[in-house]
């Protein structure tokens, strides 16, 4: 089992940027690949974007590509989305997923490959 905090969240304008990090811990916690999802009120919850177990490998969803950022730290533990050019439609709730079964080098799309879930995090965007 791995536990996935969320921090970063909060409200900006439309223009601005905010860095949202996921601490992972517990069993095997750096050998999973690991994603954001987010939820905006009345949507299903959609792909944001993905990071591969070593952070060489990356995804993004077609909304947010050329505006947000996937990382992980260096100990693999921790996992940041860098959210630039923020816009109304950005608004959601924010939220973090990690696989336990990863293979190397692959990222994961899906919100039914994932089965460890953070709490979320609060993201608005004023306009």
Known sequence: QVQLTESGGGLVQAGG???LSCEASG???SRNAM???RQAPGK????VAAISIGGGNTGYADSVK???TISRNNAKTTVYLQMNSLKPEDTAVYYCA???ASVSGRTYYSADEY???GQGTQVTIAS
Not at 44 to 47: I, L, M, N, P, S
């Open 17 to 19: 940027s905010l860095r």
């Open 27 to 29: 069993r095997a916690s």
């Open 35 to 37: 994603a954001w999802f």
């Open 44 to 47: 299903e919850r959609e792909f």
């Open 66 to 68: 050329g505006r947000f």
């Open 98 to 100: 990690a696989r336990s």
């Open 115 to 117: 089965d460890n879930w």
